[in-house]
Structure formats: structure tokens, C-alpha cells
Nanobody
Framework: QVQLVESGGGLVQPGGSLRLSCAASGRTFNIGAMNWYRQTPDKERELVAGITRGGTTNYVDTVKGRFTISRDNAKNTVYLQMNSLKPEDTALYLC?????????????WGPGTQVTVSS
């Protein structure tokens, strides 16, 4: 079992910045990729950024150049630095971790942290 807890969300003005954190606990030793998703009541859940255990990153086109995902494997923590925020970035941001042990693959989710970008 893996538990994920996000933090760092809040209300910011357009153009502002936030840094989200996601700390994993429990059986963390088999965690591979970690990802940030976001969702709103009106939109499908969207993969925002992902990072492999080795540090390879991927971003949705709409956040490239503005968001940076990083991780600290020793702390079992993944971060999302969000700059130049736009109102359309408003969403519940959820942390996801993928775990593989032998042939079993499990996906874990945090409860999310709300990001609201508004004047």
C-alpha cells in the first residue's frame, strides 16, 4: 500500500506561481513513474506532467515552458513548479504513483490539492 498526500495548492492571480508537493509513504520502494493530473467538474482528467524514476519528464503541451516536474527519490516526493499561471490552469491537481512488484502493477492516487487562478 502507498499513500499520497498533496500540498501547496491555493488561490493565485494570473501570472503567479505555486509549487505543489506530493509525498508518498508506505510501500514506496517499488514506485516507478510519478505523475500530476488535474481535473475539473467540466473536463476529463488530464495528465499534466510525468516523471520516471530516472528523471525523464513529459508535459502536456499547454504547460510546457511554464511547469516543471521534479522528484526526490530519497524523500519519495514529487514536485510541480507552476509559473505564469493562467485561469485555465484552475483545477484539482492530483498526484499519481505507479508501483510494480514482480508482475503486479498498481496505481495510487492522492486526494488532490486545489489550484485556483483568478483575478
Amino acid at each position: 500500500q502507498v499513500q499520497l498526500v498533496e500540498s501547496g495548492g491555493g488561490l493565485v492571480q494570473p501570472g503567479g506561481s505555486l509549487r505543489l508537493s506530493c509525498a508518498a509513504s508506505g510501500r514506496t520502494f517499488n514506485i516507478g513513474a510519478m505523475n500530476w493530473y488535474r481535473q475539473t467538474p467540466d473536463k476529463e482528467r488530464e495528465l499534466v506532467a510525468g516523471i520516471t524514476r530516472g528523471g525523464t519528464t513529459n508535459y502536456v503541451d499547454t504547460v510546457k515552458g511554464r511547469f516543471t516536474i521534479s522528484r526526490d527519490n530519497a524523500k519519495n516526493t514529487v514536485y510541480l513548479q507552476m509559473n505564469s499561471l493562467k485561469p485555465e490552469d484552475t483545477a484539482l491537481y492530483l498526484c499519481n504513483a505507479e508501483s510494480t512488484q514482480w508482475d503486479r502493477k498498481t496505481s495510487y492516487w492522492g486526494p488532490g490539492t486545489q489550484v485556483t487562478v483568478s483575478s
